[in-house]
T-cell receptor, first 115, second 115 residues
């Protein structure tokens, strides 16, 4: 596709439920990022992939959060046993590679509401 | 370590007057800097980026930013605000680290344009 696509756009989960959020990056983009954006805040880094390798997961807030990108394209962010504090917009971004000065292209995000 | 500080959480201007959104960065080496805009319920859109080719960077929709190394600043300006400029603006720094090209967001500046 022309841009980064995320699905679903909106997700309501009951507390304790597991959720999976999908990201389709721009074709050929090597780097993929996940961010969490709480209401009224800036995006906070969660994790980063270069192709299928997860090079940095230092931003994942707990072991309930798990991300994968098994074939180096589509990525899934999974949250187990969701809690109310997980409510946020989850943004996915991709960029062409590891060169400096390349910007990140963002999807529209998935708004997760845990009730 | 790299970070950005957006000095104003809210800026309000009258339509037709200049806009100034301030950003200071911290980087251990020459950074790449970006400004993104986020309209309500929309994805993050790149306004402009600093690539070290020129210190005055022109972006979309009449926005500009000037990289000032001596002041570690990358302020965003526009000569004349339009109603459609009302949005959240994020200053972003990136650079190659041990695990690749990462992007670090400021906390955002909410721009209100008064008719």
């Amino acid at each position: 596709g022309a841009g980064v696509s995320q699905s679903p756009r909106y997700k309501v989960a009951k507390r304790g439920q597991d959720v999976a959020l999908r990201c389709d990056p721009i074709s050929g983009h090597v780097s993929l990022f996940w961010y969490q954006q709480a209401l009224g805040q800036g995006p906070e880094f969660l994790t980063y992939f270069q192709n299928e390798a997860q090079l940095d997961k230092s931003g994942l807030p707990s072991d309930r959060f798990f991300a994968e990108r098994p074939e180096g394209s589509v990525s899934t962010l999974k949250i187990q046993r969701t809690q109310q504090e997980d409510s946020a917009v989850y943004l996915c971004a991709s960029s062409p590679g590891q060169r400096e000065n390349t910007e990140a292209f963002f999807g529209q995000g998935t708004r997760l509401t845990v009730v | 370590a790299q970070s950005v500080t957006q000095l104003d959480s809210h800026v309000s201007v009258s339509e037709g007057t200049p806009v100034l959104l301030r950003c200071n960065y911290s980087s251990s080496y020459s950074p790449s800097l970006f400004w993104y805009v986020q309209h309500p319920n929309k994805g993050l859109q790149l306004l402009l980026k600093y690539t070290s080719a020129a210190t005055l960077v022109k972006g979309i929709n009449g926005f500009e930013a000037e990289f000032k190394k001596s002041e570690t600043s990358f302020h965003l300006t526009k000569p004349s605000a339009h109603m459609s400029d009302a949005a959240e603006y994020f200053c972003v720094v990136s650079g190659l680290g041990n695990t690749g090209n990462q992007f670090y967001f400021g906390t955002g500046t909410s721009l209100t344009v008064i008719p």
